[in-house]
């Protein structure tokens, strides 16, 4: 036999020896379960080892796993502690004790990590909260804004800004869907001739997606940021010719929200509106472009949300 194959028959055999030696025992002292329910707790502990690949015999232990359930109202707290680490579990019920005993199990001898990510759970021993699992419910608001903006370029107008949208909020974040915020804007000026002419615009994007960060997540008002990033077009015309473009926009977002607390939302923002791209003059002969302008815009509007509260989303179980 080489030098490789001795090696691995060593290998091999220290690794069966390793998994003859674990031992499952019982913290009497911390655990909270009756007479009867301790003596289940080894057996099906043992059991989940087993199956989980180690080989429990109870004697002349070398390995030795430790557990101790802590029960409050009908959920059972599992906490199990060994050389390879520590972990902790939750059953909603007692029957759901060997479920996650095999999950702690299989996480402890192979050394992946509790939860969904890793492969300790399956289709055998997912429990009840992990099968419908509990979660923080957002508010869910439907909006309306109204407000000023003004849009630049070659000359700056001023107008009417307005949008809809729904947005989900939580403590700390938001996420916003929105669409038709537009700003329609015009101006007159006198010329050095004496006669008055006229500059307008429209910009603004038919989709956005926003996310937000409220600076007082348990507060009832709270400034907020955010940035956001949409399809948009814009149109602006002046006395000589009109440029054009569409194209993904970018937006920056600041502003206020008042009366979280409540099923409404009233907020004011200030958004500013940068395009990934240029307005042109289209040649409509030939498809080119004669001119380019970057036309940015601001706006200033205020808000006003309703929607369900979240506590309809608590759930008995």
Not at 35 to 56: C, N
Not at 182 to 204: D, L, N
Not at 309 to 314: D, E, M, P
């Amino acid at each position: 036999m080489t030098r490789v194959g001795i090696a691995m028959f060593f290998g091999l055999a220290l690794m069966r020896t390793a998994a003859a030696d674990v031992c499952v025992a019982l913290d009497e002292t911390r655990d909270t379960l009756s007479p009867e329910d301790r003596r289940a707790v080894l057996i099906s502990l043992g059991q989940a080892f087993s199956k989980a690949g180690a080989q429990v015999t109870n004697q002349n232990c070398t390995t030795t796993y430790t557990v101790y359930n802590v029960k409050l109202g009908e959920s059972i707290t599992v906490y199990v502690t060994g050389p390879t680490g520590n972990r902790e579990a939750r059953a909603s019920k007692l029957d759901e004790l060997p479920l996650v005993y095999e999950q702690i199990a299989h996480s402890l001898v192979t050394g992946e990590a509790m939860g969904s990510g890793g492969g300790s759970i399956d289709r055998t021993n997912a429990t009840n909260d992990q099968m419908a699992p509990r979660r923080a419910a957002s508010d869910n608001l439907k909006f309306i804004r109204l407000g000023f903006g003004a849009v630049t370029g070659h000359k700056t107008t001023t107008g009417p800004a307005f949008g809809i949208g729904y947005r989900y909020e939580l403590d700390r974040m938001g996420i916003e869907v929105s669409g038709f915020n537009f700003i329609t804007a015009s101006s007159e000026i006198m010329t050095s001739s004496g006669t008055r002419t006229s500059s307008g615009a429209v910009t603004g994007d038919i989709v956005r997606l926003s996310a937000f960060w409220y600076q007082n997540p348990l507060g009832n008002d709270t400034t907020f940021i955010g940035g956001g990033i949409g399809y948009g077009l814009n149109a602006t015309c002046d006395e000589t010719q009109c440029y054009s473009g569409s194209g993904i926009e970018g937006h920056i977002i600041g502003g206020y929200e008042m009366l979280r607390s409540s099923t409404i939302r009233m907020f004011g923002e200030l958004d500013i509106t940068l395009p990934f791209y240029k307005s042109g003059v289209t040649d409509f002969f030939n498809g080119t472009s004669t001119a380019q302008r970057y036309v940015p815009s601001v706006s200033l509007m205020v808000g006003l949300g309703w929607g369900h509260s979240n506590t309809v989303a608590v759930v008995n179980r």
